[in-house]
C-alpha cells in the first residue's frame, strides 16, 4: 500500500475532514503513527497522554504571563497532534473500540474544560476584574459550542447520505447500549462499566435535544442524489470552521502572546461566518428534493 492510500485509510472521510487537518495535523500525526506503530502502543494510551498534556496546557494558560502562554502553546499543539493520533492508529491497526471512541471523547471535553478554567483564572488574575474576564471566556466558549454543534450536525448529516453511517444517536446508541448490558453480564471491569454508564447518559441526554430533527426524519428524507449534489461544496465550507480552526487561533494566540486575538475571533469573526452559512445551507435545503419515506 502507498504511503497516500495508507494515509487516507487512516482518515475518517476525506471529503469531510476539516483542512487544517487534512493538510497540516493529521500529516504530522500520521508520521508520528508510523514511528509507533510497531510498538505495543495503544489508541487508549496515546488518548490518555493527550488528556494529560491537555490539562498541563490549561495550567500554563492559568499563570497568564508570556512565556506561560508560549508554553501553553507548545503543550496544546502535542495534545492536537495526540488526540489526531489515537484514531489513525486504531484505524491502520483495525483494532478501534467503542471504549476507545468514549476515551477519546471524554479527552477532548476534560482538555478543553481544563483550557477554559485556565485562560479565565489568567484572565482574571492578569486584568484584575474578575466578572468581565469570566464573561468573556463563557461567551467565547458558548461560541465554540454553537461552532462546533453545527459543523457536526452538517458533517453527520452529509455522511449519513454519502456512506449511510448513522449518528451516535441512531443505531449506534442502541449498540453503545447492548455492549454495556453485556458487559454487566460477564462482569466487565467496573471502571470500564462506569464509563459506559456515564457516556450512555450523556448520549440519552442529547437525544433529548434531537428528538423533534428525529421525528421530522421519519416522514420527509432529501433526494440523496440532489442532496449530494447541492451540499458537495457547502460541506467543505463547513469544515473550514471544524474544531482544528478554534483550536489553530488559540495556538496562535498563545505563542505570540495575542491571547484577546483569540476571543475576538471566535466570537465576532467565526460566528459571523457561522451564520451567514446557516443562512445559506437553509436556502438550499429548501430547494433540495425531498423523497418520501413509506410508513411502516
Known sequence: MSILKEYKTSLKSVETE?????????????????????????PNQISVTAMILGVVSGYFFSTATADSYFIAGIFYTLYYILDCSDGQLARLKKNGTRLGRIIDGISDYVTHIAVYIGLGIGLANQSGDALSSWFVVIVSLGSLMFQAALVDYYRNRYLEYQFGQTSLYGEDLLEFQQEYEELKKTGGSYTERFIYYVYLKYLKVQDIFISENKNGAKDKKFNTDDFLLKNEKMIRLWTYM???LQITLLIIASLFNIIFFYFYALVFAVNAYAIILLITQVKIDKNTTFEKIIGD
Open 18 to 42: 476539516d483542512p487544517f487537518d487534512l493538510y497540516f495535523y493529521r500529516i504530522i500525526s500520521f508520521i508520528f503513527v508510523k514511528i509507533i506503530y510497531r510498538f505495543p502502543i495503544t
Open 242 to 244: 471544524g474544531t482544528s
